[in-house]
């Protein structure tokens, strides 16, 4: 016989025996069904687990993600500058950033294509008896366009709005459930806070946005909004610009730290008492912030994983003792000690594969359930559940793993017995 013709025979060989080992593991977790379920509970409950939080996670990550990277690479932010204090109460009063800051920026900046301020509170609402509360927001006619939000009835805010200070708003969507009123509420009135303003109109649903809920929001005239809530707030606005051009972002970026240290009266040397926020930016935190979420997680269902595991070690152990008879009838017939190795960790490891494989169609199962349960109690905008594949890869990986390492020492223990002594076992 060739070398060849050796080699494809001890290749055919090692696979045959590995499918026969495999067949008498399935038989053996088969014949033992209850106690099978009850050995690898640990690792169900522990892939469940991360595959159904991670999941929700993500999908809300996703969905904020696809948001925020609608508005494009020409949108930055700018703020007070918080960090200067480290009690946030006092950075709110020493702290400025007004509308006129927004329209010198406006007039002063070249690379500026639209500018919003806005100011947000939350307050009450309420109308022919029914109470609740929702974010409200100061704003321009600006604000819509620069962040796509689409009047479904109505308009939205206009200059005019602005420059008389009309108690006028527009809603989201949610605000209707809120206060029982119906889709052609625009000309009704409702009671925000302590002043009554008049609907104008209604969004269409978009759901989370930079701007947090946005079904679940009122907008209202900034200068109307600076009248019902104080000097306080608006000394504290958020302003959002849109450049001309993504490539001009560097050079508005200066050109508003100039302009704005000027408004602010601040000295060479002085700290700025505000600071811009691009986009980028953002959407890195946002990343940095999915990703340590997701290690926290799976750190945590970790430990899951290992109880279940000592779980696994602990019915191995009690399975070896049950089949020494078989083990030693195994070695009289043939049998090596490799080959009784394999059959326990194999055994092992598919028996926790087969706990992570239904640990995550459950999990599966449990975070789409979760995340309907949600749309239907929390928000109609709670983005749906997503099963990235590295999940199910890693799910999957660390259960066998679990089980191939909780395995060892069975495994070995089950070879090592001594044939004469195993056959006389009883």
Not at 228 to 246: K, N, T
Request: charged fraction near 20%; glycine fraction near 8%.
């Amino acid at each position: 016989m060739t070398a060849a013709a050796l080699d494809k025979k001890s290749i055919y060989g090692f696979w045959g025996t590995l499918m026969e080992l495999f067949r008498i593991a399935l038989r053996a977790i088969w014949a033992s069904k209850m106690r099978s379920f009850l050995t690898v509970l640990g690792i169900i409950i522990g892939v469940l687990a991360v595959v159904a939080v991670v999941s929700i996670m993500q999908g809300v990550f996703q969905s904020f993600l696809g948001r925020f990277e609608a508005l494009g690479g020409d949108t930055l932010f700018i703020e007070p500058n918080y960090r200067l204090y480290k009690d946030y109460s006092e950075a709110v009063k020493r702290l400025k950033l007004t509308y006129s800051d927004a329209q010198a920026v406006a007039q002063d900046v070249p690379q500026v294509k639209e500018i919003c301020a806005i100011l947000n509170r939350q307050d009450a609402i309420s109308f022919h008896g029914h109470h609740d509360t929702t974010q409200v927001w100061g704003t321009g006619d600006s604000f819509a366009s620069m962040n796509s939000f689409t009047p479904e009835y109505g308009r939205f805010l206009a200059p005019m709005d602005v420059a008389a200070r009309r108690k006028v708003c527009v809603l989201g969507h949610e605000v209707l459930d809120k206060l029982a009123l119906s889709d052609d509420c625009v000309g009704q009135e409702i009671q925000i806070g302590h002043g009554t303003f008049q609907i104008v109109g209604v969004l269409q649903k978009k759901g989370g946005s930079v701007f947090g809920n946005q079904d679940d929001a009122v907008f209202i005239p900034l200068s109307t909004a600076i009248l019902q809530y104080g000097q306080e707030a608006a000394d504290s606005l958020l302003i959002q610009v849109q450049i001309r051009d993504p490539k001009l972002m560097d050079a508005a970026i200066e050109r508003i730290s100039a302009v704005l240290r000027r408004q602010h009266g601040l000295k060479f040397g002085q700290q700025d008492d505000f600071r811009t926020v691009t986009q980028d930016e953002i959407l890195k935190q946002i990343k940095e912030f999915s990703s340590i979420s997701t290690l926290v997680v799976g750190a945590i269902v970790g430990i899951t994983l290992i109880v279940g595991g000592i779980g696994i070690m602990n019915i191995m152990l009690v399975s070896v003792t049950e089949r020494t008879r078989e083990i030693g009838i195994r070695m009289a017939v043939g049998a090596k000690r490799a080959h009784i190795l394999y059959q326990f960790l194999i055994e092992s490891v598919t028996l926790s594969t087969l706990g992570g494989v239904l640990g995550l169609v459950l999990g599966w199962g449990v975070a789409h359930l979760t995340v309907a349960i949600l749309h239907h109690t929390v928000a109609e905008s709670f983005p749906p559940a997503y099963v990235p594949v590295w999940v199910m890869f890693l799910s999957l990986g660390f259960a066998a793993f679990t089980g191939a390492v909780f395995g060892v020492y069975p495994a070995v223990k089950a070879s090592r017995l001594d044939p004469i002594e195993a056959l006389r076992y009883e």
